[in-house]
């Protein structure tokens, strides 16, 4: 029997504003527990909330960057339940007129692109965190996040594989990045995702029942515990059982699913228009400004680096795709006449070095800054590509600055001609049976006459001028 | 020199004439308080920074409005570093770090907030017997309810204690008990005055309003309590008229809408024959009678008791025992700290109405219930619309008889939530309405309720200081008429 996989996947993404959804607390992250917390925060008697606009002026870019609609009217409803770190026993978020809906965003796994639709994305404040490992046999809550804005970005359940669900989490991912809503820094819990995993016969119609798998917070994670979802519910109908509607929780140790609650168990939520809150209009200059102001998303940019500044599709395809990319090479590039250098360096040694470490860009110690710097001491001469790849090296060991690094390893390109000319002598002079070698037609020796030079300068020499050299001397 | 029984407007004209100095009202205010103490009016009392406040007042002569004004403060406002309980044992203990806008602005006006008063519990009853801290008393006779919530504010008002308090109305709990006291009190259109500190029990519903002695006082009140307030999205930010300044308009050839769809068969006959007279009072003041229809009224108390006991079965989830407020002792795990701080924290109609609420906002029944009552309540407000486009007022009975005994009507809630039947549909529409005392029955006071047109305080306090220019209702006390 072969079997079908139906996905879906709601991802929060915490919106980068400076205070809280409904309140003036700061969102700051990692601060000390309870000290980004005011009174709304708090959920005190009495408090009230207030919209905060920038929130929804950043949920109104990510729908224009998708083709959604953007209701200009939306509304807060209140989904009532208990837990410590929900302070008002209820969360305010938007379920019957959400912000932004009907958007759709492109995919693309191995060898093939997709376009998975947006149903939704809502605006809600995020709850504050319960902390169990602190205090022996009492659970601690941080309400420094309660409030943080977040966009819950509901997909249709169009996604047929762990893959393209991953594939789909990177592309929201780069856009919120590009559209400056949104960190990306999933370590730190700016976007998590729960991912509704069912399976169907090829071909039926009807959707399977599905488990909701909460909160996870890596890519690979996403793509573990779903294929482990798809292989328990595939034993569970093969072996004559039945697949129950329930949330499931990913435990990455273990690499499994279990059983958080059944349907039965399910809280009713009670929604209701929240009657603290009037609806929130956005006029049509506000919405104008936004769209005029929307940063340039990949696409746009891929096809500016090609027609624009020369880049080979393939480096522009590359450098296009992450927001933290794309910055070093712009950064770089102000600072270089050579555009094509800086591509090359960022497809091919950086490139390399993060697939060797299996990281992101914005997770290494290479920063926009030091990476421009790199650049320019390669094209002003101060260092050589060779030595550059070092001080590269050592940098993503160390995030040292690129000219501390030159100066105290003592790593300035030696251009003295007078200087190179003596050693260059010395070297012909020490091997007199490669001479006769090379001019007896073995050109390939050139290569060891540049390479004994290289060696006696400790890599500093300016490799052009040892050539022109090297020419000269073994005429 | 005593301002027992006085009203702010008599009190301000002792200050400047120098017959009495501002520590001499507080001071009398406690004694008061104390004399008083049967009446269970107060829960908490804030004597030592008020007698501080009016020696302030005595030392730098002030030109705020209402300077050296003592007030009491419904114990449903949040006030900094005084205790708020709002009349439940879940914040018997709990002390804001903020206060409400109400109070705030009162208080730099130059009001001094003497202390907090009893009240329903979460503003959830009409006979003030639902306070954990006791019943209160209702000054015109032993075992009398003052009516409620706000039974503290009416009764401590009523008995000359203060001149005026803040109360809060989601049904007609200001007017109810200035009714029932024999006082005058006013629930402004919804969005006059902020609810920021207020301890909400149904947010579309509760306002915050004036009582006093005397029509002229709430608007001067009025005047000070009301803000755009940046804090809470439904406060209004239409200008806020000075409300004394159309005290003394003619009302002649203004229109009083009377409701052909109200049965006053069910009424005491008393209670009809003084709502006949107060209207030929007016007529004869110039105003014309004009029939009007409000086809949906009768829906009223349904409505209502769907749409407030769903947002209070919200609003009060935050009593939860985990961040303020009492906490059950000796729990085993997280299910029995909310069962329990909960069951020992909230008295039995809290109780009630959260059940009410959330089985009305539940799968399966919001459509049927939350859905339909706000449906219904549109219904009510269009009623009221289409009536204000030829009157400018409207008048009813503020309740159904005076007050009555303590424990008469416990065991039948529907009893109790009748109380609020001809109050509640300014709630529900969201319009301005006011309760002056219009006659005694067998010693009781009772009331007259005037509706106006949405953001019109001032034409109801128009008609309302009209009428106390001519009749003297507002003068009588539990101890006889005012001299």
């Given amino acids: 029997m072969s079997w079908e996989t139906v ?420 070297i012909i002079e020490s091997n007199p049976d490669q001479v006769k070698a090379y001019k007896s037609g073995k050109d390939k020796l050139f290569g060891f006459f540049v390479g004994q030079v290289m060696k006696e300068t400790q890599g500093k020499a300016n490799p052009k001028t040892v050539n022109e050299i090297l020419i000269g001397l073994l005429k | 020199m005593t301002i027992k029984y006085k009203s702010i407007k008599e009190i301000k004209s002792m200050i400047s004439q120098k017959e009495i100095s501002y520590k001499e009202i507080i001071e009398e205010v406690y004694k008061l308080i104390k004399e008083n103490e049967d009446l269970n009016a107060f829960i908490t009392l804030n004597e030592e920074e008020s007698i501080k406040k009016a020696e302030e007042f005595d030392n730098n002569s002030s030109n705020l409005p209402l300077a050296g004004i003592p007030i009491a403060q419904k114990d449903l406002f949040c006030s900094k570093n005084l205790r708020t309980t709002c009349g439940s044992n879940i914040l018997n203990n709990f002390i804001p770090p903020y206060s409400a806008t109400v109070i705030e602005n009162l208080e730099n006006a130059g009001c001094i907030s003497i202390g907090k008063t009893n009240m329903d519990e979460f503003a959830m009853g009409s006979s003030n017997e639902t306070s954990f801290f006791g019943n209160v008393q209702n000054p015109w006779g032993k075992n009398l309810v003052p009516g409620g919530s706000s039974g503290g504010s009416a009764s401590a008002v009523s008995a000359g204690i203060v001149p005026a308090a803040t109360g809060t109305d989601t049904g007609g709990s200001i007017r109810q008990p200035a009714s029932l006291c024999g006082i005058t009190g006013l629930k402004p259109t919804y969005g006059r005055v902020s609810r920021w500190g207020m301890i909400a029990f149904a947010s579309s519903l509760d306002q915050a309003g004036p009582m006093a002695r005397t029509a002229e006082d709430c608007a001067l009140i009025l005047n000070e309590m009301c803000s755009h307030d940046e804090k809470d999205t439904t406060s209004l930010e239409d200008e806020i008229p000075n409300f004394e300044e159309s005290l003394n308009n003619s009302l002649k050839n203004k229109k009083i809408g009377i409701v052909k769809d109200l049965d006053l068969s069910s009424l005491n006959n008393d209670v009809v024959e003084i709502y006949h007279n107060s209207l030929k009072e007016f007529e004869s003041l110039g105003a014309e009678l004009v029939d009007i229809s409000l086809p949906n009224l009768s829906l009223s108390v349904p409505t209502y008791y769907v749409v407030a006991p769903a947002e209070c079965s919200s609003n009060l989830s935050r009593f939860d025992g985990v961040k303020f407020g009492m906490r059950s002792e000796d729990v085993k795990d997280l299910e029995e700290l909310y069962v329990k701080t909960r069951s020992e924290g909230f008295g039995d109609e809290v109780k009630r109405r959260i059940l009410i609420g959330s089985y009305v906002l539940s799968a399966g029944y919001y459509d049927a219930y939350y859905k339909k009552a706000q449906q219904v309540r549109r219904l009510i407000k269009n009623d009221f619309d289409n009536a204000f486009k030829n009157i400018d007022v409207i008048m009813t009975p503020t309740t159904r008889g005076p007050a009555f005994e303590m424990g008469s009507k416990g065991d039948d809630p529907i009893q109790m939530y009748l109380e609020d039947l001809f109050t509640i549909s300014a709630n529900l529409a969201g319009l301005p309405a006011i309760s002056l005392p219009n006659g005694n029955i067998q010693n009781k006071p009772i009331g007259l309720q005037i509706i106006g047109n949405f953001l019109d305080e001032s034409t109801i306090l128009n008609f309302a200081h009209m009428y106390q220019n001519e009749t003297n209702w507002h003068m009588y006390t539990p101890e006889g008429i005012k001299q």
């Fill in chain 1, 7 to 426: 996905i879906g996947l709601e991802i929060h993404v915490q919106l980068s504003t400076k205070s809280k959804l409904f309140s003036g607390g700061s969102t700051e992250f990692g601060a000390e527990s309870n000290t980004h917390v005011d009174l709304v925060d708090m959920g005190l008697p009495g408090v009230l909330p207030v919209a905060n606009r920038e929130a929804f002026y950043k949920a109104i870019r990510f729908g224009l960057a998708t083709g959604a609609n953007i209701n200009q009217t939306s509304s807060f409803d209140r989904k009532n339940y208990f837990y410590p770190d929900l302070p008002k026993g209820y969360q305010i978020t938007q379920m019957e007129q959400p912000i932004i809906e009907n958007g759709s965003i492109k995919i693309s796994v191995d060898d093939y692109e997709k376009k998975i639709n947006i149903t939704r994305a809502h605006l809600e404040e995020d709850a504050g965190k319960s902390i169990h490992d602190m205090f022996e046999g009492e659970t601690g809550v941080d309400l420094n996040r309660a409030g943080t804005p977040l966009l819950e970005i509901v997909s249709e359940p169009e996604i047929s594989s762990a893959k393209e669900a991953v594939a789909y989490f990177k592309a929201i991912r780069q856009l919120v990045t590009f559209l400056d809503i949104c960190d990306g820094n999933m370590a730190q819990g700016s976007m998590r995702c729960d991912v509704n995993v069912s399976i169907r016969k090829s071909g039926d119609k009807e959707l399977g029942i599905r488990a909701e798998l909460k909160n996870i917070n890596s890519f690979k994670f996403i793509e573990k515990a779903i294929n482990f979802e798809i292989n328990r519910q595939i034993k569970l109908i093969e072996n004559g059982e039945s697949v129950v509607q329930e949330t499931r929780l990913y435990d990455s140790d273990k690499n499994e699913t279990r059983s958080m609650r059944s349907k039965e168990e399910a809280n009713d939520y009670r929604y209701f228009p929240c009657p603290d809150l009037l609806p929130v209009i956005i006029s049509d200059k506000e919405l104008k400004e936004i769209k005029e102001n929307l940063p340039e998303l990949p696409e746009e940019k891929e096809i500016r680096y090609v027609n624009e500044i020369g880049l080979e599709e393939s480096e522009a395809t590359i450098i296009a795709s992450s927001k933290t990319m794309a910055n070093m090479f712009e950064e770089a590039s102000s600072k270089t006449d050579d555009a094509g250098l800086v591509a090359k360096w960022l497809v091919g040694d950086v490139s390399a070095l993060l697939n060797k470490n299996n990281i992101d860009i914005d997770e290494s110690n290479l920063s926009p800054e030091n990476f421009g710097k790199l650049i320019e001491r390669i094209s002003d001469g101060t260092i050589s590509g060779k030595i550059a790849k070092s001080v590269l090296e050592e940098v993503w060991e160390t995030a040292s600055d690129v000219d501390q690094i030159i100066e105290s390893k003592g790593l300035i390109q030696i251009q003295d001609e007078n200087l190179l000319e003596n050693v260059a002598k010395k």
